[in-house]
Every structure is written in C-alpha cells, then in structure tokens.
C-alpha cells in the first residue's frame, strides 16, 4: 500500500480575472454592436468544456441585468490555467451600465463553480448609450377567454425615445418554451403604418397560455439574431360551466336534478349552485365534478313561481372563475 494514497479532487475551478474589449458602446435603434469577454478560469486538473443537451454549454457567463448567455472558449493558455473568450451581443435596450454576472464552469473531475463574479474579484462594465430602442406592447384579448375560444393578439411597438408609432417593423410572435429570453426566432410578423400587428389564433383549439412579442435585433455575421424590446401576456382562460335542470318544473319545496359539466375536464372541482334572491344571487347548494367532469347539485324551488338559478366553478391557480348560463325551474 503506497504511503501516500491519492487524494480526490474536490475543489472547483476558480475565476480569476475577466476583461472586456470595451469600456463603453453607442447602440441605436435595432442595431447590435459586439463586446467580446475573456474570463481567466484555473483548476487544479482542468476546466472541462462541455455541451450537453440538457445543460447546455459550460463554461459560460451571464452578462447584464437580463442574464443575456455567453459561451466561453479556450481562447488562449490551458485548461489549467487559461483565458475563455465569448462574444455577447448589445443591444439598445441594455441598461446604462452592464457587467457580468455569474460564471458557470466544470472540471475533468466534475467539480462545479456557479458564482456570482462580483462576490470574488473586481468585476468590470460596459457604459451602454443606447437611443430609438422599440419598446413592444402585447396584449391577449379577451381576457379571460373560455377554453378552446378565439383570441386576439395585439401588437403596438413604439419608439422610446419619440414615443411615436414604429411602422413597418419585423416582430417575432412566439409561446410557452420559445418565450425565455435564451431562446432566438426569426421574424414571423411586421407591424403596420401605425405600428401596430394583430392576428386572431381560431377557435377550436386550447391555445398556449404563455404568449410574448419582441423585435429582433439586426443580423450579425457569425451571431444568431437576439431580442429587443419584448414583452409578454398571458392567454388567461376560465371555465366553461353547462348545467340543464332534469325537469322545467316541479312542485314547490320538491328537490330536483341539476347535471353539468365543467371544461376543461377536471374530476373533484367543487361548484355551486346559485339561486337569484331580489337582486343577489346566493349560494344554494354544491356538487363536485366526477371523473368525467360532469356533476349533479340538487335545486329546490322554495315557492311558487318561476326561479332563476345558476352554476358557479370558483377560480383556481390556472383558471379564471366562471358561472353557466341562467336557466329557469317553475315551483308550482
């Protein structure tokens, strides 16, 4: 047995130093000027590069109160001890002033650094003059709109600077995963002469709830096209509540059926049955929804005469609260 066994390395790669190419960078309008980052990066055994389909690509930098992704290269040195380069695109909607931060990066040996640069070493930044940045509004009528219902989306960009409407300008329009601010598009709209764009998305189909607009910035060889001026909107959706009474008339004070159903399908929503008094509707009874999500709640005509009723589905955490149509059971 040696006398010495083999220690396991367990330290993390450790960030030494990061420079920028420029102190300072005038951007207007959709234009994308590019600052490139070296970050020095030591470790005992050698920093790893690594693009995994999952994970995506390490060592890489967040730069910027938006978290705008860098990947790093060995640029020069070793993976011992070597400076990673990466290029970032700035756009005119970056604050005055940007810096890195968190450097994410592994070893050969899996040991992992996730540390926020300014914690650990004199971090530098970029003055950012920036002017005509488009500034887009989304919204998503209406709101909230019933499941498998038509929904507008609208788009208005202006200029920040001018406040006025921005014509003619290409717009990507996107959803749920494409919405990130690490995810790219190509332009699929162009807004109009008073710088508006609208489309209906049909009815018939539960369209995604999460929707976002932005405009993209200017194409630069050797780098994907990135977002200016975004925003986003939420397709909120509610249910859709059916409920028909078994019979149009009973005797007073005789109890009879009331089957529904609640859309989206949902087993174990409670609902309420909601009876007009004066000018107040008031709660009457309850039922929860079975595994088909249909339910049954039982009305009782308290008098002679004609009765109002409805069915009301509370809102949750995804859905708006709604209530079905009024409809009618005659006491006699």
């Keep these: ?16 130093a990061i420079s920028l190419s420029r102190e300072s960078i005038t951007v207007a309008a959709t234009d994308v000027q590019l600052l490139t980052v070296d970050v020095r990066l030591t470790d005992d055994v050698g920093v790893a590069e690594v693009d995994d389909s999952a994970g995506g690509h390490t060592p890489f930098l967040l ?15 070793t993976a011992q001890d070597g400076v990673w380069t990466g290029v970032v695109a700035v756009t005119s909607d970056w604050a005055a002033r940007e810096q890195p931060v968190r450097v994410v990066a592994q070893d050969d040996a899996g040991n992992v650094l996730d540390v926020d640069p300014r914690t ?23 709101d909230p709109v019933y499941p ?35 995810v790219f598009g ?21 369209h995604q709830e999460l929707m976002c607009a932005w405009v993209p910035a200017a194409n630069v060889p050797g780098q994907r096209s990135t977002r ?12 859709l509540v059916r409920a028909t009474p078994a019979a149009p008339s009973v005797p007073a004070g005789v109890n009879v059926d009331v089957n529904g159903q609640v859309v ?4 174990g929503k409670v609902v309420l049955l909601q009876r007009l008094s004066g000018s107040e509707w008031r709660t009457v009874g309850r039922g929860v ?6 339910f049954t709640v039982v009305a009782t005509p308290p008098g002679v005469g004609v009765w109002s009723y409805r069915v009301y589905a509370p809102g949750d955490e995804q859905h708006a609260g709604s209530m079905s149509p009024t409809f009618t059971i005659r006491g006699t």
């Design 228 to 239: 200016i001026g975004g925003d986003t909107a939420f397709a909120r959706y509610k249910f």
């Design 148 to 182: 498998n219902g038509a929904v507008t989306q609208t788009v208005r960009v202006i200029d920040r600077d001018t406040g006025r409407p921005w014509p003619d300008l290409p717009i990507v329009l996107a959803g749920d995963n494409a919405c990130p601010e690490d």
């Design 186 to 206: 190509t332009a699929n709209a162009r807004t109009d002469s008073n710088g508006r764009y609208q489309r209906v998305l049909p009815a018939g189909e539960l």
């Design 289 to 294: 929804t079975r595994a088909s999500s249909r």
């Design 63 to 77: 730069f910027g109160s938006r978290g705008v992704a860098v990947s790093l290269v060995l640029g020069t040195g």
């Design 1 to 16: 047995m040696p006398a010495h066994a083999a220690t396991a390395d367990t330290a993390a790669p450790e960030v030494a």
């Design 120 to 142: 650990v070493i004199e971090t530098p930044a970029v003055a950012v003059r920036s002017s005509h940045t488009p500034v887009v509004e989304l919204t998503v009528t209406p």
């Design 264 to 267: 989206p399908a949902i087993q």
